[in-house]
């Protein structure tokens, strides 16, 4: 019990600051509730399968292959492959937490990660064509050279900061 | 929408194929999956809490106040700090950069806002430090941060 609640504890934290929030001020708890509930829909949806993929990924392609395709002696090709990954159109960050989790246990590179999660994040090809939209095609394209410039970079900075200190990354 | 037809879509095809080879490692699957949902959902629920209490309080209009073009020098780093707590989805945040660059607000301030809300992720950081650990993450949203005032700098001077 008491180890549950514990497990909870941020969770539960979150969940009283909507107390306050509807005493006070109750228009912005009802606004929170709305969005976290859309978000909660969006989660249930989306968070089941991609944790039986990765479930699926894990039982079938063997480490040494995750390894050679993502591992140390990947190389461009190996960045190649975790950029493409992370500009599929697969839904929100917090999907990819796990799924780099998984791909970092079964022996990928830190590197390729950083450049997997960046890509997810910033460089996803429907949330360009929406970007150029609305902030035009000079800005979306600097945004674009830049970040994959500044993912590089800070991916390499990262892997060595880890190998050189790796048993505080638990 | 489109996402939700490519998970079950590739789901489906995954699962139809590891049926057919073979039911135990379908089964280990499961297992694993199930294991490692029941361990990030306690962050999950704690994360989509937190982006409703800050998309609840950082409306779009309080937003435009905080880093347009009335706001200033300041708005550069008061963009930084709002991007890098929430998990602004991006129909919504290009649209705001968009009418607030119209408005008058620097290309500075708009990139470092998008560069931020993307690369950064407070309100994530729990879940990605489950699955990442606490030095990935941190550096990870460190330098994202670093990265995204080098790249706003080179944005504002070349655009």
């Known amino acids: 019990m008491i180890k549950a609640l514990k497990k909870f504890k941020i969770t539960i934290l979150v969940a009283l600051c909507f ?3 509807a005493i006070w001020l109750p228009d912005i708890a009802k606004k929170s509730s709305l969005v976290t509930l859309d978000y909660f829909k969006e989660m249930i949806i989306i968070m089941p399968p991609v944790f039986i993929l990765m479930g699926l990924m894990e039982s079938w392609v063997p480490k040494d292959k995750i390894k050679k395709w993502l591992g140390d002696g990947s190389g461009i090709k190996g960045m190649g492959i975790s950029f493409l990954l992370g500009t599929l159109p697969t839904g929100p960050l917090y999907v990819a937490f796990p799924i780099a989790g998984t791909l970092l246990k079964s022996g990928a590179r830190v590197h390729n990660m950083v450049i997997f999660l960046g890509a997810w994040a910033a460089l996803k090809i429907p949330q360009l064509m929406v970007e150029v939209k609305f902030l035009g095609i000079g800005f979306t394209s600097l945004r674009f050279v830049l970040t994959v410039i500044a993912l590089i970079l800070e991916g390499a900075l990262i892997e060595a900061i880890i190998r050189r200190n790796p048993s505080k990354n638990k | 929408m ?5 998970i079950y879509g590739l789901l489906a095809v995954c699962l139809i194929i590891s049926l057919i080879k073979s039911k135990e490692k379908t089964k280990k699957a499961f297992r ?24 609840g309080v950082l409306t779009p209009e309080t937003i435009s106040k905080l880093v347009g073009a009335e706001a200033g020098v300041a708005a550069t780093a008061v963009a930084a700090v709002i991007g890098s707590i929430t998990l602004i989805p991006s129909l919504i945040a290009f649209p705001l950069a968009g009418s607030l660059l119209r408005s008058g607000a620097t290309i500075m301030t708009m990139s470092v806002f998008i560069t931020t809300s993307v690369m950064v992720g407070v309100v994530t950081a729990p879940m990605e430090i489950k699955a990442l650990g606490v030095k990935f993450t941190l550096l990870r949203n460190g330098l994202g941060l670093l990265a995204a005032f080098a790249i706003a700098g080179i944005m504002g001077v070349l655009l």
Do not use: D, F, H
């Open chain 2, 32 to 55: 694993i999956a199930g294991k490692a949902l029941l361990k990030m959902t306690p962050s999950l629920l704690a994360i989509i809490g937190i982006v409703g209490l800050t998309l």
């Open chain 2, 2 to 6: 489109a996402t939700i037809i490519v």
């Open chain 1, 19 to 21: 107390v306050p929030l």
